[in-house]
């Protein structure tokens, strides 16, 4: 009984101590919090493929966090493990009341007692495709994804990335303010293959319409595993990797119907299901070609061009290298057949030969 009095003459004390005016204010623990954004690479000629800016934030899209705190007494304590970020729209506001649709759980908390904090991202979590994401210490050149697999149709390929920082430190009065922001930047190869006609062909439709029934490219290897080393990009192929053909959509049989190309001066037109293509950088093999059937008028033509035979200026591609977009312009455009006249060669002397009337 005496020590529940002395608690509440104690409490009284404190509340008699108070104005009106003054306001008990508990200590704000806020949480770690994550936001995305995305920024092309404009030095790379940049096509994004299924993360873009405009689309990232869209309902179970995902990215990946590595995270450490750094303290007098723990200099790399590991906060975040490949943790799982997802978006989820309509979520509540946070403290500040700024929108919180990127989620995560357990929600971890910022510590202003610590020194520094670091992030490293990578997108989307490595548990929405095949292959395993580390980082096996408290640096941006530990950071790898093994036995990554990537779909063998277009619409189920990963666009894989990360954070183009690699390393986002938090430090000193930044710590507990914001979000942790992210600029993503591809680490794949995007292909492409557009199509047109020759000028001349194109002046000539009227009589020879050209009609294209298939195209498709392959066959290219799928699989690879990747790691981040002091400003490089590292892809190295898996032994045995997984390869595939890609065919261009048809419509009504088609790919692409009578007339419905452009000449070569005019524009280049993307060949449906053979833009976008997300490939492990890699070299381009000997033997990774197009194959192409088409129509000029009623004549079938059959072709199969090697990658190799593509040009620029004088050079070849050789190599795909991570986050470069490749366009392969394919004109149909054959040499028709004409004739000419040279000359006329002149009569053979075959004799003259006399008879004479007596």
């Known amino acids: 009984m005496k020590k529940s009095f002395l608690i509440a003459a104690a409490s009284a004390i404190i509340l008699a101590g108070c104005s009106e005016s003054d306001t ?204 981040y080393a002091t400003n490089a990009y590292s892809w190295t192929l898996k032994t045995g990797s997984r390869t595939a053909e890609f065919n261009a959509a048809q419509t009504e049989g088609n790919v692409f119907a009578s007339k419905a190309l452009k000449a070569s001066n005019v524009e280049f037109t993307n060949v449906p299901d053979l833009t976008d293509l997300l490939f492990v950088p890699q070299t381009v093999d000997a033997g990774y070609k197009i194959t192409i059937k088409y129509f000029i008028g009623k004549e079938q033509f059959d072709k199969e061009i090697l990658l190799s035979e593509f040009k620029n200026g004088n050079n070849t591609l050789a190599t795909w290298a991570p986050g470069n977009k490749y366009t392969y312009q394919l004109i149909i455009g054959p040499n028709p057949i004409l004739f000419d006249i040279t000359g006329v060669s002149d009569w053979a002397n075959g004799g003259t030969y006399t008879y004479t009337i007596e």
């Open 24 to 227: 008990f204010k508990p200590i704000e623990e806020v949480p770690i919090g994550f936001t995305k954004v995305h920024i092309e690479n404009v030095t790379k000629a940049i096509t994004p493929g299924a993360y873009t800016t405009a689309n990232f934030e869209t309902e179970g899209n995902t990215f990946g966090v590595f995270g450490y705190k750094k303290t007098t007494s723990q200099p790399n304590a590991l906060l975040f493990n490949n943790q799982k970020v997802e978006y989820k729209s309509g979520l509540s506001t946070d403290l500040y009341g700024a929108a919180t649709d990127w989620a995560y759980t357990p929600l971890k908390y910022w510590d202003k007692s610590a020194n520094e904090y670091n992030f490293y991202a990578y997108a989307p979590h490595d548990g929405d495709f095949t292959g395993t994401a580390a980082l096996s210490s408290n640096s941006e050149n530990s950071f790898s994804i093994t036995g990554f697999e990537q779909a063998n149709t277009k619409s189920a390929m990963i666009d894989l990335m990360t954070d183009l920082t690699h390393n986002k430190a938090v430090v000193g009065t930044d710590i507990g303010k914001n979000d942790v922001a992210f600029t993503f930047g591809h680490i794949l190869s995007n292909i492409n293959l557009v199509m047109a006609v020759s000028q001349s062909l194109k002046a000539d439709e009227t009589d020879n319409p050209v009609r294209v029934e298939s195209v498709k490219i392959g066959t290219i290897k799928l699989d690879g595993d990747y790691a």
